[in-house]
């Protein structure tokens, strides 16, 4: 086994069209001068620091998923428990 592991593969990019408000383009784009990048970068980036620091969101969030755990168990269990045989 190697120390050093493969880096994990980059995620799918995917296109989306949105609106905005002109003067928050506006922003966005003298935000993006001021760093010297792109929409394309400053985007994620602050979705990603939203999320982040987002702490009702991450809270919704984990509930959301425990739920959704919680309906593919019990349907497993429903599964399994119908497919075991009857004894005579």
């Known amino acids: ?22 003067p928050l383009l506006g922003t966005l784009n003298a935000y993006c001068e001021f760093i010297e990048s792109t929409v394309d970068h400053v985007v994620p980036t602050a979705l990603r620091l939203v ?3 987002d702490y009702d969101f991450k809270r919704w ?21 119908s497919a075991t045989p009857a004894k005579p």
């Not at 969030?61 to 428990?81: H, I, P, W």
């Open 1 to 22: 086994m190697s120390i050093i592991k493969k880096p994990a593969a980059p995620p799918k990019i995917v296109t989306v069209e949105f609106q905005l408000e002109e």
């Open 51 to 53: 999320f982040k620091k």
């Open 61 to 81: 969030l984990r509930a959301k998923k425990d739920a959704q755990k919680s309906q593919v168990e019990d349907k497993s269990n429903r599964t399994q428990g």
